[in-house]
T-cell receptor, first 112, second 110 residues
Framework: NAGVTQTPKFQVLKTGQSMTLQCAQD?????MYWYRQDPGMGLRLIYY???????DKGEVPNGYNVSRLNKREFSLRLESAAPSQTSVYFC???????????FGSGTRLTVV | EDQVTQSPEALRLQEGESSSLNCSYT??????LFWYRQDPGKGPEFLFT???AGEEKEKERLKATLTKKESFLHITAPKPEDSATYLC???????????FGTGTRLKVLA
């Protein structure tokens, strides 16, 4: 039982490049989330999807887009990467919006 | 403004030395308070959810308690494998978004 799988684990981008972070869960969870974690800032919500077919902005959505491809998959896209987007990105899922989350192992992204 | 503050930022304990971590919160109404454990280089791992003042949850050497203004994570007779960062998050009434604290880094020495 894999839980939440994120790819890639590490990525280096040049400023202005684009990329998509992939996330898949195998727990049949309804809700999925993208967070970024920066030193001294705590985890901050970028986007979330309460259920298949819906997406909503979180605390820091600027510069990002998301797609809930199906119940299992929720991707995060950076259209034009900026150094301020250097961070560790975590995908998470939960049975419903008020339940505890299962997190993936993270993607460490560096934008130079 | 909704806010979560964890203290201390870092804590070093000897093996077997019990202690408590604090999570203070300011929200207009509490839907739920969540504790997570995060090991270096990994994603947070869910530990507990607390919903109302007076509620307590236990798991092995960990016990979480909740009042109207704060939550405590009590660690009884810790072992080196309890070393991790412990994160607290709150979910305010009327929203499903978490507010995370910045965590307490716990180091348990053998």
């Amino acid at each position: 039982n894999a839980g939440v799988t994120q790819t890639p684990k590490f990525q280096v981008l040049k400023t202005g490049q684009s990329m998509t972070l992939q996330c898949a869960q195998d727990m049949n969870h309804n809700s999925m989330y993208w967070y970024r974690q920066d030193p001294g800032m705590g985890l901050r919500l970028i986007y979330y999807s309460a259920s298949e077919g819906t997406t909503d902005k979180g605390e820091v959505p600027n510069g990002y887009n998301v797609s809930r491809l199906n119940k299992r998959e929720f991707s995060l896209r950076l259209e034009s990467a900026a150094p301020s987007q250097t961070s560790v990105y975590f995908c998470a899922s939960s049975e419903a919006l008020s339940y505890g989350y299962t997190f993936g192992s993270g993607t460490r992204l560096t934008v130079v | 403004e909704d806010q979560v503050t964890q203290s201390p930022e870092a804590l070093r304990l000897q093996e077997g030395e019990s202690s408590s971590l604090n999570c203070s919160y300011t929200v207009s109404g509490l839907r739920g308070l969540f504790w997570y454990r995060q090991d270096p280089g990994k994603g947070p791992e869910f530990l507990f959810t607390l919903y109302s003042a007076g509620e307590e949850k236990e798991k092995e050497r960990l016990k979480a308690t909740l009042t109207k203004k704060e939550s405590f994570l009590h660690i009884t007779a810790p072992k080196p494998e309890d070393s991790a960062t412990y994160l607290c998050a709150v979910q305010a009434s009327g929203t499903y978004k978490y507010i995370f604290g910045t965590g307490t880094r716990l180091k348990v020495l053998a």
